[in-house]
């Protein structure tokens, strides 16, 4: 057989048929996997937040130390993760939603990693402040910027999960109730006999609880964005 005679064309386009739909199916897996990643990092944050509240109200400095070590794991998770993307970003060149799924990963990665590290702040606040001798009102307080700072962040990871779309505007909302919480804090500090020292730390851990619960928010909008093409407008809802 002569070599004209062996070569099938439709054959070939077969085969690159083939090729094309098993690197297609390559990267979705890619893809996936990304998304799992995220949600195992954001995982680690959330479920850091209630412990890390217990212990900075009871100044328990040695369950705090022992959850910021483990805010490490967050930190390499989300490095690792960023650069699997911009891997597949370099390597794929993918477009239209496939890229935008790609940035809005990339974008979340940040929200995981600030709120580890704001919640890391929250624990080494112990150092200058004993949170058991405050007065039970301004705990109370801060008790209630840990619980809603925990329920946005796990709503806005679950947004992702479930590729809820509306749930930005939701948590856009429900997000005011953790600036109400920041200023009755901040009202109470002003009012009250605490240190100054005292005062500027309280301050400062009203505003982690308030950033962390922002990055929960900007999760559900990235989720909007991935699905539709659009953010909301911040304070849509």
Request: aromatic share 6%; charged share 25%.
């Amino acid at each position: 057989m002569d070599s004209d005679s062996a070569y099938d064309p439709l054959a070939r386009l077969g085969d690159e048929e083939d090729d094309q739909a098993s690197l297609r199916l390559g990267f979705q897996e890619a893809l996936e996997d990304c998304d799992r990643a995220l949600i195992q990092a954001g995982e680690l944050v959330a479920g850091a937040i209630d412990p890390m509240t217990d212990a900075f109200l009871l100044g328990d400095a040695h369950t705090a130390a022992q959850l910021i070590a483990e805010d490490r794991k967050v930190d390499v998770a989300c490095q690792q993760l960023e650069e699997r993307c911009f891997l597949l970003i370099a390597q794929q060149s993918p477009v239209a939603g496939d890229l935008r799924h790609l940035v809005a990963v990339l974008k979340c990665v940040q929200d995981v990693y600030r709120s580890g590290d704001l919640l890391r702040h929250v624990g080494e606040s112990l150092t200058w402040i004993h949170p058991p001798s405050l007065p039970e009102k301004l705990r109370e307080t801060v008790r209630q910027l840990g619980t809603v700072s925990h329920d946005l962040f796990t709503r806005g990871l679950a947004s992702w999960t479930t590729r809820d779309a509306l749930a930005a505007n939701e948590l856009e909302s429900d997000d005011d109730q953790v600036d109400l919480l920041q200023k009755v804090l901040l009202t109470d500090l002003y009012t009250g006999t605490q240190s100054v020292e005292e005062s500027v730390s309280l301050a400062l851990i009203a505003r982690y609880y308030e950033r962390i619960a922002d990055h929960g928010v900007e999760i559900a909008r990235q989720t909007a964005y991935v699905v539709t093409g659009q953010r909301p407008p911040a304070g849509s809802g």
